[in-house]
């Protein structure tokens, strides 16, 4: 069981910087894959990237170039660095954990997110 548990989301101006953060409770967290994933009002859920065990990361073309993923499996913790934010970036943000490594790029999306959390709404204004 991994608890999961999103901060950091907030209204800011289109072009500035957000970090959100997830903290994760449980066991083998460093043993996850971990997605990144949105919800705009209306729109169905999007998958903005991963991050494998060892680093390895996948981007959604809409943000790649702009956000970064990291972990700091001493901390149980997963980040998501935004930057140049745009409107069309406004949406809940969720993190979410795979219990499977077995797939990358868009695959690593998709497979074994079991656990996910209550999410952290993001709001870019113009």
């Known amino acids: 069981q991994v608890h999961l548990v999103e901060s950091g989301g907030g209204l800011v101006q289109a072009g500035d910087s957000l970090r959100l953060s997830c903290a994760a409770s449980?066991?083998?967290?460093?043993?996850?894959?971990m997605g990144w994933f949105r919800q705009a009002p209306g729109k169905g859920r999007e998958c903005v990237g991963t991050i494998k065990s060892g680093g390895f990361t996948y981007y959604a073309d809409s943000v790649r170039g702009r956000f970064t993923i990291s972990r700091d499996n001493a901390k149980n913790s997963v980040y998501l660095q935004m930057n140049s934010l745009k409107p069309e970036d406004t949406a809940i943000y969720y993190c979410a954990a795979s219990g499977t490594e077995a797939y990358s790029g868009t695959e690593s999306c998709r497979w074994g997110y079991r656990y996910w959390g209550q999410g952290t709404q993001v709001t870019v204004s113009d």
């Open positions: 449980g066991r083998a967290f460093s043993s996850y894959t």
